[in-house]
């Protein structure tokens, strides 16, 4: 596709419950990042992957988040039993590499998840 | 690690007048430096960055920043604001494998 294509755009769950958001990177990029932002906030760095390998998971907040990319292109990040604060913005970004002069990041809209 | 600061949550200014977003940020390797634009409800959008070479980098929309190695500054600005310059902006540095973010300004245009 032309750019980072994430689904849903809007989601709603009720607390405890599990949900699974997609991204879909531009064709080829090797780096994928997933951040959360919430409401008035920056993006916090959840986890990186390059290709199918997840190099960084330092900033997934609770083992209740876990995410995958196993054919090094589509990501998946899930959230198990869902809290009233993970209610958020989640945004994927992909780029063709980190480092070097291609290292720009491309963003998708984002899937905005509200717990009740 | 890096990470990234920047001054001011919400800039006001009026329409015509200068702008100026302040960031700065900190790394144990030479940053490469963004500054991304997020209108309301949308993803977020390179607006420029600083990777090396010229220190004064120009990006769309009129902005431009200067990477300042000795004040570890990153600030955004533009000459003239218009009212469709209203939205999030968000300063970034990145090291290999790894961006992070600043918390965000968010600048008002009044006409």
């Known amino acids: 596709g032309a750019g980072v294509s994430q689904s849903p755009r809007y989601k709603v769950a009720k607390r405890g419950q599990d949900v699974a958001l997609r991204c879909d990177p531009i064709?080829?990029?090797?780096?994928l990042f997933w951040y959360q932002q919430a409401l008035g906030q920056g993006p916090e760095f959840l986890t990186y992957?390059?290709?199918?390998?997840?190099?960084?998971k330092s900033g997934l907040p609770s083992d209740r988040f876990f995410a995958e990319r196993p054919e090094g292109s589509v990501s998946t990040l899930k959230i198990q039993r869902t809290q009233q604060e993970d209610s958020a913005v989640y945004l994927c970004?992909?780029?063709?590499?980190?480092?070097?002069?291609?290292?720009?990041?491309?963003f998708g809209q984002g899937t905005r998840l509200t717990v009740v | 690690a890096q990470s990234v600061t920047q001054l001011g949550s919400h800039v006001s200014v009026s329409e015509g007048a200068l702008v100026l977003l302040r960031c700065n940020y900190s790394s144990s390797v030479p940053p490469y430096l963004f500054w991304y634009v997020q209108y309301p409800n949308q993803g977020l959008q390179l607006l420029l960055k600083?990777?090396?070479?010229?220190?004064l980098v120009k990006g769309i929309n009129g902005f431009e920043a200067e990477f300042k190695k000795s004040e570890t500054s990153f600030h955004l600005t533009k000459p003239s604001a218009h009212m469709s310059d209203a939205a999030e902006y968000f300063c970034a540095v990145t090291e290999p494998n790894d961006m992070r973010f600043g918390a965000g300004t968010r600048l008002t245009v009044k006409p």
């Open positions: 992957f390059q290709n199918e390998a997840q190099l960084d």
């Open positions: 600083y990777t090396t070479g010229a220190t």
């Open positions: 970004a992909s780029s063709l590499a980190i480092g070097g002069d291609r290292e720009e990041a491309f």
């Open positions: 064709s080829g990029h090797v780096s």
